[in-house]
């Protein structure tokens, strides 16, 4: 036991980029780096609460992927509040960088196949980006500071409809997870063409300006029903699903959640009223002062209520 721990330990220094301590606080700022699903690395910034490990582990991500190294650096240093709350409450935690989306490449690619070729392995498909977090959560469970049985998911966005692609193809890995503001239209297969809102040029949609704020609107626009029966039946674990009262979307975050009670008793809902999307993740000033209003504060509480109750 004591030489696995140590061969752990080496392996990590070994992928360890650097650290950074950040203003105010003793727990510094691990970057580190994961072995994608084909080989390639992807970045995480890794931080670990004071006491006695193994400690839980919520993987923290937002939006859309891209941007590497240094969108992640400027994510932790800006929104450090969220993990500031998870550490206090006794929780590691990384914010992560993956790929870049692919349009529809979910849909249209179905699960990844693995076999070999002259010695080597051979995909049926490149990785998507929710597989960026699962290489990340497979590195941090050889962590022998983290539990790998306690592996939690915070996501916002796009990133929020990432964990239940996550869970469609990856079951285990996960305790519990929690989607803020889901922007679940390709997990929905909701047909969008007929939106007046939506350009499509060259292949790729053109989303930012979609409004589907009621849930019969968003229902209505399902086109393959079975598949998304199928696609939730895998969902494994207890999901918190949180909306934001005016979004343009917030029909879209109710049926993700809709759907999902229809299959587990355990699903949750809450949603509060806030001008800010992705308010979960206040952001500090140039001071790097936290600027957080009391419902910003109530829902990261009740996160941490519902991850302690996992």
């Known amino acids: 036991m004591q030489s696995f721990a140590l061969t752990a330990i080496i392996y990590y220094v070994a992928l360890k980029l650097f650290s950074e301590k950040l203003p105010g606080s003793d727990l510094p700022v691990e970057y580190m780096l994961a072995e994608t699903l084909d080989g390639l690395y992807a970045p995480y910034a890794l931080r670990i ?37 998870l550490t206090e409450a006794g929780y590691a935690c990384a914010w992560t ?95 969008l063409d007929e939106e ?50 005016q979004d343009e979307l917030q029909g879209i975050f109710r049926l993700n959640f809709d759907l999902l009670a229809e299959k587990r008793t355990d699903a949750e809902w809450r949603t509060w009223n806030h001008e800010i999307h992705g308010y979960i993740y206040p952001e500090s000033n140039a001071d790097g002062a936290p600027r957080v209003d009391e419902t910003q504060r109530e829902a990261l509480a009740s996160i941490v209520d519902f991850l302690d109750r996992h």
């Open 196 to 245: 007046p809102t939506v350009a499509c040029h060259d292949g790729l949609r053109q989303l930012d300006s979609l409004n589907i704020r009621s849930v019969e609107h968003a229902r209505a626009r399902i086109t393959d029903p079975d598949e998304v029966s199928a696609r939730l039946d895998s969902v494994d674990i207890p999901v918190l699903i949180i909306g934001r009262d």
């Open 49 to 85: 609460p004071a006491g006695d490990g193994p400690h839980p582990f919520v993987l923290v991500a937002y939006g859309n992927g891209g941007g590497g190294l240094e969108w992640l650096q400027d994510r932790v240093r800006r929104f450090r509040y969220v993990t500031d709350v």
């Open 97 to 191: 960088r993956y790929r870049t989306e692919v349009e529809l490449g979910y849909n249209t690619g179905g699960p990844l196949l693995v076999e070999s070729r002259q010695g080597m392995e051979l995909m049926n498909r490149a990785p998507l980006e929710f597989e960026d977090e699962v290489a990340v959560l497979r590195d941090v469970s050889k962590n022998p500071r983290i539990d790998a049985s306690r592996l939690f998911h915070l996501g916002v966005s796009h990133a929020a409809e990432m964990l239940f692609k996550l869970l469609s193809q990856y079951p285990g890995l996960l305790r519990a997870g929690v989607a803020a503001e889901p922007a679940s239209h390709e997990l929905l297969t909701l047909g």
